[in-house]
């Protein structure tokens, strides 16, 4: 099975952009999907097959995925963002080890 | 309403058998991939395994492969999760998600301590 590798932690002033990456071996051939987690939620879905973004998720919200790395953007961070990040390959299931992301 | 409801928290003895379900509701349930997911206490997801509701095509991860057994009961819209003989290690919150290609739908968990 794949691993897949973000950074453990990402911290980001309100307005600027937070680029939260996912590294794994020819991932770009791949779909990526991403998931927020908040403290005692259940994870939802922000971004799907890359790129898509589900109703009801923010325009600020962003993927890419060439090569080794995958890249979740989110752009003009609010206080609300602040959360746990996964990125997660459908055809091995496997997610990566989760991005903390701090908004300062 | 478009939901997964999963049974309630779990306490049990190591050693002890458990089946925890996930009820799918207001979709298509028998077109849908169903994936359990655990999170151990301040960690992050694991996927364990996924079935497809409409064959009953299952299957594991490597790491869970043999540990736990995945179902479905079609007829309940209904997708389970068991062990036969619990550890101490199994203590988690265990996840349904539902999807066709992305889990878009997730249940809130079930807690399961050991």
């Known amino acids: 099975s794949s691993v897949l590798t973000q950074p453990p932690s990402v911290s980001v002033a309100p307005g600027e952009t937070a680029r939260i990456t996912c590294g794994g071996n020819?991932?770009?051939?791949?779909?990526v999907h991403w998931y927020r987690q908040k403290p005692g939620q259940a994870p939802i879905l922000v971004i799907y097959y890359d790129t898509d973004r589900p109703s009801g998720i923010p325009e600020r919200f962003s993927g890419s995925n060439s090569g080794n790395t995958a890249t979740l953007t989110i752009s003009r961070v609010e206080a609300g963002d602040e959360a746990d990040y996964y990125c997660?390959?459908?055809?091995?299931?496997?997610f990566g080890g989760g991005t903390k992301l701090t908004v300062l | 309403e478009v939901q997964l409801v999963q049974s309630g928290a779990e306490v049990k003895k190591p050693g002890e058998s458990l089946k925890i379900s996930c009820k799918g509701s207001g979709y298509s349930f028998a077109s849908s991939w169903i994936g359990w997911v655990r999170q151990m206490p301040g960690k992050g997801l694991e996927w364990m395994g996924i079935i497809y509701s409409g064959d009953s095509d299952t299957r594991y991860s490597p790491s869970f492969q043999g540990q736990v057994t995945i179902s479905v009961d079609t007829s309940l819209n209904t997708a389970y999760l068991q062990w036969s003989s619990l550890k101490a290690s199994d203590t988690a919150m265990y996840y349904c998600?539902?999807?066709?290609?992305?889990?878009?739908?997730w249940g809130r968990g079930t807690l399961v301590t050991v």
């Open positions: 020819n991932i770009g051939s791949k779909s």
């Open positions: 998600a539902a999807g066709s290609g992305a889990f878009d739908l």
């Open positions: 997660q390959v459908w055809d091995s299931g496997v």
